[in-house]
């Protein structure tokens, strides 16, 4: 079972920040932190390390900051000492970039550190005024289950809301935003009123690599819910960062040309075998609307 960690919001906030998998892009981070400073409670749904260069340093913000982290795949597997970042590609060549990345992160990942992330929960459960709203990394189920946009139709949602009797997931693994809303409540057709509480699937992307869109941004998620909503309303929100901060240091550290070209062009360079035809075909961009953090 997993280890599930309750945090009760207090009833007069407004909007929580979300985001997803670090993976030691320190700049995007520290984009993250400021940009969400006003913002009383911030959570991180895992995958600190990876992918990015000197991960203590994004172990350092994050932690000083206060933000309130999962446990992801790769947390787990450098907590622990495994042998593989258990990230779930399939691809001979995604494979290979991923232990590349992996032993990297565990090699200059500090012991204290690795102390910190074995203690991280895998699940959160949120509970704000009348809602529940569950924090995981993949799905509720798996920890490295990658739940796309085009495999995900609202049955399959309700199903995971239903079952872990939430309003709401917020997830990341997939490196995706999305977002799908499906009503909690069947409309009552005898009145003509359609249901008044939505629910929703919510993957907030991540911070450590663009959403394979052509774009350098990256993306993290909010949750607003104002007094007179009856849920939470999820949004996603365009994040610019110093992209060659991050590249540079890559470089530097001697990690593989395709993770900066990755950052530098938006394009998933590694890793990318495992999308779906749907989302290999359509990309991400112009998916939201920029809101104000």
């Known amino acids: 079972m997993p280890n599930v960690h309750t945090v009760r919001i ?82 001979e060549r995604d494979r290979h970039f991923a232990q590349v990345s992996y032993d990297y992160t565990y090699a200059h990942t500090s012991s204290e550190h690795r102390e910190w992330m074995r203690s991280l929960p895998q699940h959160m459960r949120l509970e704000w005024r009348n809602c529940k709203i569950l924090l995981c990394h993949g799905s509720p189920d798996q920890v490295n289950e990658f739940v796309w946009e085009s495999e995900s139709d609202d049955a399959k949602i309700l199903d995971y809301l239903q079952r872990y009797d939430v309003d709401g997931i917020c997830a990341t693994h997939s490196g995706l935003p999305w977002i799908r809303q499906v009503p909690l409540q069947p409309a009552d057709l005898q009145q003509q009123q359609p249901a008044s509480r939505q629910g929703f699937w919510f993957n907030v992307g991540v911070l450590g690599r663009p959403a394979n869109h052509g774009q350098r941004h990256v993306t993290y998620g909010l949750l607003v819910f104002s007094q007179d909503q009856a849920t939470p309303l999820p949004q996603l929100v365009p994040l610019n960062y110093d992209v060659q901060a991050t590249t540079d240091a890559m470089r530097a550290e001697g990690l593989p040309e395709e993770f900066a070209e990755s950052l530098e062009t938006g394009i998933w360079t590694t890793c990318a075998e495992i999308l779906p035809a749907a989302e290999k075909a359509s990309g991400q961009a112009n998916r939201w609307v920029p809101v104000s953090s």
Do not use: W
């Not at 932190?33 to 009383?40: M, N, Q, R, V």
């Open 10 to 91: 207090p009833d007069a906030v407004e909007r929580i920040a979300l985001c997803g998998g670090p993976y030691s892009n320190f700049a995007a981070v520290e984009a993250f932190l400021k940009a969400t400073e006003t913002i009383s409670s911030r959570f991180c749904l895992g995958d600190l390390g990876g992918f990015g260069p000197h991960p203590d340093l994004t172990l350092d913000l994050i932690r000083q900051a206060k933000i309130m982290c999962l446990q992801g795949n790769y947390d787990d597997a450098v907590g622990n000492g495994l042998q593989g970042c258990g990230c779930g590609y399939s691809d």
